[in-house]
């Protein structure tokens, strides 16, 4: 049986780095607000294994100032995890404790090009022009209405 669970930052991190930045420093998995008191982490686990990870954090959206916005990041399955639902869970899973737990009207986040199908599934809109994060790769920005 498969649950979402609340859990620190650093047992996010390594799943964080092995997909999200692998050819970076493990540091470059460290986020500045990783330990803010409004900032969530979650994880599915499959028994002690970690199959997919989520973190969200209390900060501004820039294309809509006026609402209260929080931000996803280090949205990642494990590779041999992917396309069996995990990634779903654990996103539904931290937008139904923003729902319960803060005010928040906005989840937004830095989409990657490759990722654009999946926000997309997860009821995510896409706006704006293709930016580029240093090191990473392409983006747009994401946003869902909670
Ligand atoms: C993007 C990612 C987090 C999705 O997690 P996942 O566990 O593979 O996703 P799920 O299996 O829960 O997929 C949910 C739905 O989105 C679709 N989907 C998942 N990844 C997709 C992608 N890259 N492109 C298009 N559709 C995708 C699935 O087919 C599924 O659709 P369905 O409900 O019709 O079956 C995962 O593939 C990943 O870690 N990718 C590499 C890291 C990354 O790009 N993270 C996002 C950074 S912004």
Redesign the pocket.
Known sequence: MYKVIKTDSNIVRPLRHK??RPNLSYEASIMPLDNHPETAHFVVKKNSKIL?VASVYHEDFEEMPHKISHRLRG???EPT?????????VLLGLIDYLKKNTSAEILW????V?????YE?MGFSILGDIFEIPNIGPHKKGYIEL
Request: aromatic letters at 12%.
């Open positions: 997909v999200l997919s949205m990642a399955t995890e992917q396309g069996k639902g995990f990634g779903a869970m986040c830095n989409a990657r490759t990722a654009f199908g999946f599934k």
